[in-house]
């Protein structure tokens, strides 16, 4: 089990290691903003709830994290320990309960937290004790019904924190949380549960904006100055405060005050306090009739810039309702009212320096002929958007020549007079859109001639008549989508001289008139035909946009109803600047190979959905687009991504290949897409099997190129099973297997010969010659069994000692009869030596080795020695027979040739040297004895048996006798005429 990890490891291991095949990474629950440079990471909706698990992937180089839409409750310690480099993170609405204290441990740099839209009812006090450079703390929409005293005492660089939404009832004990966040300018503490502004401590002086709207406060209770330094103050929607509250209070620094929907009296608030009247936003303080008759008399002193009046149930506007006030500057916003007729802005006669009127979401229902005497010249923005108008009639803002910003946009108007626009020269953008228009007539806007933008969007125009712009020279922007236009007359777009966008989206316009847009070429930067019912059938060379070298950015995705159908292959010709083209959602029968060839400076081509089946995608087909960025070719049925059509892209950065029909990726192609840093194959059927183990290797790894979603794209042909992991270790078994043991034999082998040639080089020597002569011996008893032994002893003997051979031994016992076997006398010529040896070993009786200095440094001794013993140990034949010549040291015994258990086993004499008392005698005995020793049977299987027996007794007698004690019965028996038997 562990040996087949170890395996799997090792062979991964090698088979990285050798083809450097990982360029890319993902991770298991986030992706990397495309082109944020490992920055910027964002982790939503994943269905992992450990938030350990969801950011552990994440590289440490992240500044902005965003874990949103997830099912987390639970922050664990340490979560982000990991990303010191954090400096917004955002937690927002997931499902977390419980943060643990040291959750947000090394974050020093973090300056933005967003905890909002949780479960969160308790922090603990030291949660975060390490955000010394927070800035920003979102803790909106959660449980929080009290917060510990030093929960934000480290968070010395606050700027803002927001707590609205939650069930807070202690206000004082809040203040007490903050006081000594001396860089705290924001605190919102709206829609809780405050019922007072009662408080032991003093807000920081750095505080500036305090929210505390829809809370349920019925008094303020604090002390005069607590709100001295508070510069926008919003008390709104506490339906319960009132007036009196405010005796005496200090709001002189006030700037912004809002009380909307309270029970304060704007004129006694402007008695009890010193707050300067123009900060005080009206709206929703019941100021109508009388009351804003008798406002306006209070603030007559005073300079006012705006005057904010929403939501007061004003219905009608008196001609004189204003004329008490002081002159308003700049805005007067009436939105959320009752109005139903403005006239002609008769109400405003006595304020002639007004700049801005807002009447939104009132219900006027048409705007009426105004050539009246009463003239608004400083009127420069006019707004009634949301109301119920229908008609525009003729010189409707006779009264507002001065106008540069008209906005009429979402009302039914369905009749715009002619002349409604009369005189606006200065007009520059106008709003006509989501109204019920149907005709514009070529007089309409006529005047508007420093209009620089009209928007006609979402009204019912079905045909753009001739000249209707024809003098709006300075035009920039026309936006006509969302119309029912079918036609656009041949001079519809004459006189537009600078127009740079013209959007005519989700109209009905079924081709593109060249020579129409064509007189836009000097200009246009935008065209958006997206979902009109552009079709083509048949292949035709049409270049509708052949002029059009400004153009940047073209959109004819989603042709209505089944989409463009055909390309024209010429189509496209001419766009040499366009930058983005979208062809989305067309049902493409095909593009020709030269379809892009102009678009020489597309960064972004999106092609999602743009065709009918399996996209033949030709090769070449995006040869020239060596300047695009992004390719988005989602559901296109692509099969394969191949070298002759993606390979000219060396400026891609981001690749979209979801849902197409490839089963795998070649990956030395996006190898050499060497800028290419995001491919996403979302849905793609990768299989799992070898062909792709090589790229599931690739999907993990470095940095260059992220795979986003892999670990959640499963194998289209093992269901169940993701691509990530599949099994691919059997793919490069082989290879690796080969590898890997080869390596490994040749290493052991390296180290284990020096050591087997120094230890045991004469043990494998001999114990070859062993198995060959038993081997030789098998065969040739089977050969020939009856063989008699041809010699009575075959004498082993060095050159050196040949003389004492021939001049003692051999007439000493040829004399008595005995046929001895000599090497150089009766080995057969041409025969291997160690077949002599072993012949003459087996054919002898006897094996006489004359041991010498000289018979001990010969190997082939050495060998005859060895043979001899084999028959010994093997054939229970003693055939050895030692005969000294010199006397040995043991020692060297066992040096020269590790045979020192061999000798000691045997039998020896020691032939008498001349330095003998009584050599003659000696040496007759020693002659004596060698000729009995010749001469004494072993070969009969009854003496064997004897031996045997013999032997086990000697046996029985010796034993618990060590080494030492036989080596020496063995040695002091040279004279002896025993014979003794040591079997091991
Ligand atoms: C905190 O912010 C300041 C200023 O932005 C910076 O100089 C300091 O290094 C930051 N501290 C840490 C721990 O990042
Ligand atoms: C924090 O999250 C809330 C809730 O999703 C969101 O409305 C708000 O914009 C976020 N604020 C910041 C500063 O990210």
């Given at each position: 089990m562990a040996d087949s990890v170890c395996r799997e490891l090792i062979v991964k291991a090698i088979f990285i290691c050798l083809l450097k095949l990982a360029f890319s990474y993902s991770f298991r629950s986030c992706i990397e903003l495309p082109e944020s440079n490992h920055k910027i990471f964002r982790c939503i909706k994943c269905h992992e709830t450990d938030i350990t698990t969801i950011v552990g992937d994440v590289f440490p180089t992240a500044t902005n994290l965003t874990i949103s839409r997830n099912n987390i409750t639970y922050i664990q310690g340490q979560s982000f320990s990991h990303l010191p480099s954090l400096t917004s993170l955002v937690l927002d609405d997931n499902h977390i309960v419980n943060i643990h204290r040291d959750a947000f441990n090394n974050l020093q740099k973090l300056k933005t937290l967003n905890l909002s839209c949780n479960h969160i009812s308790f922090l603990h006090r030291d949660v975060f004790n390490d955000l010394h450079n927070l800035t920003d703390l979102l803790l909106g929409n959660n449980n929080l019904k009290s917060i510990d005293m030093f929960l934000f005492s480290n968070l010395t660089n606050l700027n803002i924190l927001d707590l609205r939404r939650n069930h807070l009832k202690n206000f004082s004990a809040l203040v007490e949380c903050i006081t000594n966040l001396s860089s705290l300018i924001q605190l919102d503490l709206s829609f809780n549960y405050l019922t007072n502004l009662q408080h032991s401590s003093r807000l920081p002086n750095s505080l500036v904006r305090l929210y505390l709207s829809d809370n349920k406060l019925h008094k303020l209770g604090c002390d005069k100055s607590f709100l001295k330094y508070v510069k926008v103050l919003d008390l709104s929607d506490n339906t319960l405060l009132s007036s009196k509250s405010f005796k005496g209070l200090n709001l002189k620094n006030i700037k912004y005050l809002r009380l909307r929907f309270t029970n304060v009296s704007a004129s006694k608030l402007l008695n009890y306090t010193k707050i300067q009247p123009r900060y005080v936003d009206f709206s929703g303080l019941k100021l109508k009739d009388r009351a804003l008759t008798s406002l306006c008399f209070h603030l007559k002193v005073y300079q006012i810039s705006k005057m904010i009046l929403q939501s007061n149930s004003i219905g009608v506007l008196k001609k004189n309702t204003f004329c008490n006030c002081a002159n308003i500057t700049d805005v007067m916003d009436l939105s959320q009212n009752e109005i139903k007729s403005t006239g002609c802005l008769q109400f405003l006669h006595c304020q002639n320096q007004l700049k801005t009127l807002k009447i939104e979401h009132n219900h006027l229902t048409r705007l009426m002929f105004c050539n009246t005497s009463t003239q608004l010249d400083s009127m420069k923005n006019l707004s009634y958007r949301y109301n119920r108008i229908l008609e525009v009639s003729g010189n409707a803002f006779s009264n507002t020549p001065k106008l540069t910003n008209l906005e009429l946009n979402i009302n039914i108007i369905a009749y715009l007079d002619h002349k409604a626009l009369r005189g606006l020269k200065d007009l520059v953008t106008l709003r006509l859109d989501n109204n019920l228009l149907t005709d514009i007539y070529s007089d309409s806007f006529q005047d508007l001639t420093s209009l620089k933008t009209l928007n006609l969007r979402n009204n019912q125009l079905s045909v753009i008549f001739d000249y209707v712009f024809q003098n709006l020279s300075?035009?920039?922007?026309?936006?006509?989508?969302?119309?029912?236009?079918?036609?656009?007359?041949?001079?519809?777009?004459?006189?537009?001289?600078?127009?740079?966008?013209?959007?005519?989206?989700?109209?009905?316009?079924?081709?593109?008139?060249?020579?129409?847009?064509?007189?836009l070429h000097a200009t246009l930067q935008v065209l958006d035909l997206q979902a009109n019912h552009i079709l083509y059938y048949t292949e035709h060379t049409y270049s509708p946009?052949?002029?059009?070298?400004?153009?940047?950015?073209?959109?004819?995705?989603?042709?209505?109803?089944?989409?463009?159908?055909?390309?024209?292959?010429?189509?496209?010709?001419?766009?040499?600047?366009?930058?983005?083209?979208?062809?989305?959602?067309?049902?493409?029968?095909?593009?020709?190979?030269?379809?892009?060839?102009?678009?020489?400076?597309?960064?972004?081509?999106?092609?999602?959905?743009?065709?009918?089946?399996?996209?033949?995608?030709?090769?070449?087909?995006?040869?020239?687009?060596?300047?695009l960025k992004t390719l988005s070719t989602e559901n296109m049925g692509i099969k394969s991504f191949s070298e002759a059509v993606f390979g000219n892209l060396t400026g891609l950065k981001q690749l979209h290949l979801n849902r197409n029909a490839m089963m795998t990726l070649d990956i030395s192609l996006l190898d050499k897409l060497t800028n290419l840093t995001y491919v996403d194959m979302r849905s793609c059927p990768l299989s799992c099997n070898c062909q792709n183990s090589d790229l599931q290797n690739w999907t993990i790894g470095s940095k260059r190129l992220q795979f986003p979603y892999l670990f959640s794209i499963t194998c289209q042909d093992q269901p169940g099973s993701y691509f990530h992991n599949f099994l691919t270790n059997v793919c490069y078994l082989d290879i690796a297997l080969y590898l890997f043991s080869s390596t490994f034999t040749f290493t052991i082998l390296l180290t284990l010969i020096p050591l087997l040639y120094i230890k045991l080089y004469w043990k494998f020597k001999y114990s070859y010659y062993v198995f060959r002569s038993w081997f030789g011996e098998q065969w040739r008893r089977l050969k020939d069994q009856e063989e008699k032994y041809k010699y009575d002893a075959f004498i082993?003997?060095?050159?050196?000692?040949?003389?004492?051979?021939?001049?003692?031994?051999?007439?000493?016992?040829?004399?008595?009869?005995?046929?001895?076997?000599?090497?150089?006398?009766?080995?057969?010529?041409?025969?291997?030596?160690?077949?002599?040896?072993?012949?003459?070993?087996?054919?002898?009786?006897?094996?006489?080795?004359?041991?010498?200095?000289?018979?001990?440094?010969?190997?082939?001794?050495?060998?005859?020695?060895?043979?001899?013993s084999y028959r010994l140990f093997q054939e229970m034949q003693d055939v050895l027979l030692l005969v000294f010549l010199e006397p040995i040291p043991e020692r060297q015994l066992s040096t020269y040739h590790r045979?020192?258990?061999?000798?000691?086993?045997?039998?020896?004499?020691?032939?008498?040297?001349?330095?003998?008392?009584?050599?003659?005698?000696?040496?007759?005995?020693?002659?004596?004895?060698?000729?009995?020793?010749?001469?004494?049977?072993?070969?009969?299987?009854?003496?064997?048996?004897?031996?045997?027996?013999?032997?086990?007794?000697?046996?029985?007698?010796?034993?618990?006798?060590?080494?030492?004690?036989?080596?020496?019965?063995?040695?002091?028996?040279?004279?002896?005429?025993?014979?003794?038997?040591?079997?091991p």
């Open positions: 300075n035009l920039r922007i026309l936006d006509l989508g969302g119309n029912k236009i079918t036609q656009l007359k041949p001079h519809a777009l004459d006189g537009l001289q600078r127009l740079a966008k013209l959007y005519l989206d989700r109209n009905r316009l079924k081709e593109i008139d060249g020579t129409l847009f064509g007189k946009f052949i002029n059009m070298s400004k153009l940047l950015d073209l959109k004819l995705d989603g042709q209505q109803p089944n989409g463009i159908n055909l390309l024209p292959c010429a189509f496209f010709r001419g766009l040499t600047s366009l930058k983005s083209l979208y062809l989305t959602n067309n049902h493409i029968i095909g593009f020709g190979a030269e379809t892009f060839d102009d678009l020489k400076s597309l960064e972004y081509l999106t092609l999602d959905n743009s065709c009918v089946g399996i996209a033949q995608l030709k090769p070449g087909i995006f040869k020239n687009l060596r300047k082993s003997y060095n050159s050196a000692d040949e003389d004492w051979v021939m001049e003692q031994l051999l007439p000493n016992l040829e004399g008595s009869s005995f046929q001895l076997c000599l090497h150089h006398r009766d080995f057969e010529l041409g025969r291997d030596i160690v077949d002599n040896i072993v012949a003459a070993v087996y054919s002898s009786r006897k094996t006489i080795c004359v041991v010498s200095q000289s018979f001990l440094r010969s190997e082939w001794c050495s060998l005859e020695i060895q043979l001899a045979m020192r258990k061999v000798m000691l086993k045997k039998t020896y004499l020691q032939w008498p040297g001349s330095d003998c008392s009584d050599p003659n005698s000696a040496k007759e005995l020693f002659w004596n004895k060698l000729k009995r020793a010749l001469r004494s049977s072993n070969t009969g299987s009854q003496e064997k048996q004897k031996m045997k027996e013999q032997n086990d007794q000697k046996r029985q007698d010796k034993e618990g006798a060590d080494q030492e004690e036989r080596e020496y019965f063995v040695n002091q028996t040279p004279v002896d005429d025993e014979v003794y038997y040591l079997m």
